[in-house]
């Protein structure tokens, strides 16, 4: 009898449940809407300039270079360019040159995503090394942070101020107790009342992305809470030690992009581990190094590298933290 049915057998890791690509991704964009709600409301069209140039400018490099450069059928609309272009635009500030904005996200793409074969095998956030080479690449204008006063039409000449890490860092000798007077208190900083890059200014809008999220069923908790935890654990140490020159717990977490990073960065499901066990150490590894670089390091935030250095671990993490197999005798088994 003829029949061209044939059982197929494909590598793992195999499909056990109703989702896909596409609507893991589209219900990021989602939990990413407050955020970027939050920004435009803080600083106006210069919010809206610099997410239009990241995602459009994000959505045409992986087309162009999946189309003519790898010779393969474009896959733009499957929402993992529109992530990565809304996360780059989230890490930057809000007065970015536009120029900037498009080599960051031909770097995010071109090297972070399409030079390891595109999505499901990038180690690293494709963003994030967008993030960090700009950093690197343009420290004045990526440190140059307007100060938010509501909705304004102004870009480029908005008036900039230091943002909270970066009064720490500058700080030097002087007692924390006059440092805080300098920055906003922790109403301002869970509300959004601060300088900063577009995403990682409001507490209250993240932590509405991460309910979202969870309700998506896109993450798990593991991943942000062990690492805001050991933030806040290991900073609290610190300021227990000595309260006159280190910050307390609370303001590690809410300034910079901690809750940015372990919400939507660490998460990320390519570079991310896959069992809880590697989750917790997942998480705890970048809260630990998010600390030290803040406190020991040159730069005032450290999550874009701590994420960054603990992508590199993860396939260590898998590997070790796997379950065993049906059969295999395991301790205390």
Known sequence: MANNKVLTVSPSPHVFENTSVRKL?????????????????SFGIGAIIVTLVSVLSCIGFEYLIQKFLLKQNPT??????????????????????VGIIIIGALVSIGIGKMSFGGLGTNPFNPALVGRVFLLISFPVQMTSWPTPK???????????????????????????TKVMEQVPDYSELFLGQMGGSLGEMSGIALIIGFLLLLYFRVISWHIPVSN???????????????PTQYADPLFHILTGGVLLGAIFMATDYVTSPMTTKAKWIYGVGIGLLT??????????????????????????????????????????G
Request: aromatic share 10%; charged share 10%.
């Open 76 to 97: 733009v609309t499957d929402g993992s360019a529109l992530v990565t272009g809304l996360l780059l635009a989230f890490n930057v500030p809000a007065n970015l040159p």
């Open 25 to 41: 991704m589209y219900g990021v964009v989602i939990a990413l809407l407050p955020v970027l709600a939050w920004s435009v409301i």
């Open 291 to 332: 600390v030290i670089i803040r406190v020991f390091g040159s730069y005032p935030e450290g999550v874009s590298f701590a994420i960054l250095i603990m992508n590199a671990l993860v396939p260590i993490l898998n590997r070790y933290t796997k379950p065993g197999r049906f059969g295999e005798e395991v301790q205390y």
């Open 228 to 242: 805001v935890l050991t933030v806040g654990l290991f900073s609290g140490i610190l300021w227990l030690a000595d």
């Open 150 to 176: 509501g909705f304004n039409t102004n870009y480029v000449d908005a008036q900039t101020g230091a943002t909270p890490l970066g009064i720490l860092q500058e700080s030097g000798d002087t007692p924390m």
